[in-house]
């Protein structure tokens, strides 16, 4: 765990806004994975409507500010990190924050004017204590003193995200629709055999599931209580029988965890939902443990246990054949077949909370019919959103070309260090092929080695523009999915 603290002498517009808005806990709050944020870009963040930036400073701090330069109201997030100076710095007229959000410079200041400008409230930018936990970065936005693990322990992080690998990876993306439609789809197991049809299991897979009525996490008299609630299910996927658990941690969190019957897999699932904006919500998925934090943790282990004189590790247990290729692929790569995962569920559920409001119910859950137990859960979501956070409104029109609404670029790609990066790889290697095109078309009258290399060179031209279509659109048609 990676902590940094910044105290802002005055209140930020974020912090009054979120101080008078309608009821939410008051927890840290999740905005992004440092496992896929690129550390020296300023990068754009939201929560509750509210703009943020991020950045990585000079001392391996992440550093968390509201999204906007006190001068004219420039986004931070437009400019550029001065590693000279260890400041981020405002593209539109140059003026330079510390990473406490102090004032730095101001370029059109003389040094007489400027030396008192930078000390005024007005020319700070409000910077929030913040922590790294299980490779989320997680702020504390709220007026009062931050929870911590003694004074809140449910509020902390480390409950949040408790029973994650320390070395997991993240998939992060940012989803066209509400926070609490996200969160209702989460604990929702019945809808995988139909909406992840030939992704995660079968529709003959689908079976009465066997839910438990939820519980609630803190102990309290009733199914479901401030901490959220926990419930246990039955089903079958991938033709297997299926019986474990599952928790919702208030207000972020759900976590799985199951195992299948005659057979020695589990089923570990960990999503972090985070309300973003009306209409718009950022699901922060573990997936499996990182190679390289992997390697440089058994590295760092094993430079302790030789300076301590302590005997070596007993070998890690064998990993099955698919598991082995698994972890053998890039980020780039697993996080491609996880758009096309999200990409299973998203229009119907665009639409869905979209169709909520149409019904003019007084309630989601009240616009719903609900018969089945397999239901229980999102009735327990939904009457804890009433009781503890409300939902963020009016939503937004609703989304009319596919383009938008399955938008792979906006939504994961632009802010995914791992995807951008491939993407710049390949076109290096398309520039590369053209050059070997041209080479081979020079020869291709008088050598069949040359007309050869032309013709897998053209053959590699088209494998990369379906790879880079993949990062930026892929359309998702139930009735082509047989």
Not at 56 to 62: Q, S
Not at 103 to 108: D, L, N, S
Not at 155 to 163: Q, T
Not at 414 to 438: D, E, F
Request: charged share 20%; hydrophobic share 40%; aromatic share 10%.
């Amino acid at each position: 765990m990676m902590a940094a603290t910044a105290a802002p002498a005055v209140f930020s517009g974020n912090r009054d806004a979120l101080a008078s808005a309608a009821p939410f806990p008051h927890t840290w709050v999740p905005l992004a994975s440092t496992f896929e944020l690129e550390p020296d870009r300023p990068t754009p963040l939201k929560f509750l409507n509210r703009r943020y930036v991020a950045y990585r400073d000079n001392d391996a701090n992440w550093v968390v500010m509201d999204d906007a330069c006190p001068h004219r109201l420039a986004p931070l997030s437009e400019g550029r990190i001065d590693r000279e100076t260890n400041c981020i710095e405002c593209a539109y007229h140059g003026w330079a924050f510390k990473s406490c959000g102090s004032c730095a410079r101001i370029p059109q200041a003389t040094d007489a004017v400027a030396q008192a400008a930078t000390r005024a409230p007005g020319a700070r930018v409000a910077s929030y204590p913040v922590i790294v936990e299980k490779s989320i970065l997680w702020a504390w936005l709220w007026p009062e003193e931050p929870a911590t693990r003694e004074s809140k322990p449910a509020a902390h992080p480390e409950a949040m995200v408790a029973g994650v690998d320390p070395d997991a990876s993240t998939y992060t993306r940012d989803v066209p629709y509400g926070w609490d439609t996200l969160l209702e789809n989460i604990v929702d197991p019945s809808h995988i055999p139909f909406a992840h049809h030939g992704l995660q299991g079968k529709r003959t897979d689908a079976i009465p599931i066997n839910m438990s009525l939820p519980a609630a996490l803190g102990g309290g008299g009733g199914p479901v209580d401030e901490r959220g609630f926990a419930f246990e299910f039955g089903d079958r996927t991938m033709g297997l029988r299926r019986a474990g658990s599952g928790e919702f941690r208030a207000p972020f969190t759900v976590a799985y965890n199951a195992e299948y019957a005659n057979s020695s897999r589990t089923f570990n699932l960990t999503v972090v939902c985070v309300p973003t904006a009306p209409g718009w919500s950022r699901a922060i998925i573990y997936g499996g443990a990182s190679p390289e934090r992997r390697k440089e943790r058994a590295k760092a282990e094993a430079a302790a246990r030789r300076a301590s004189g302590a005997p070596p590790p007993p070998p890690p247990p064998k990993t099955s054949l698919v598991g082995r290729v698994f972890r053998a692929l890039p980020v780039w790569a697993v996080h491609l077949g996880s758009n096309r995962f999200l990409d299973s569920d998203l229009a119907f559920l665009h639409y869905q909370e979209q169709a909520v409001l149409s019904r003019n119910a007084p309630s989601a859950a009240a616009a719903y019919y609900m018969p089945a137990p397999a239901d229980r859960c999102i009735a327990a979501l939904r009457k804890w959103m009433e009781a503890h956070a409300h939902v963020l409104g009016p939503l937004p029109p609703p989304i009319e070309t596919r383009a938008a609404l399955f938008d792979r670029w906006s939504q994961h790609t632009a802010h995914c260090r791992h995807c951008t990066a491939a993407l710049a790889g390949l076109r290096r290697w398309r520039t590369n092929t053209y050059r070997l095109l041209a080479l081979a078309l020079l020869g291709a009258h008088k050598l069949w080695l040359a007309r050869l290399v032309g013709v897998v060179c053209l053959g590699l031209l088209r494998v990369y523009a379906l790879v880079e279509q993949q990062f930026k659109f892929a359309d998702y048609e139930h009735w082509k999915n047989a």
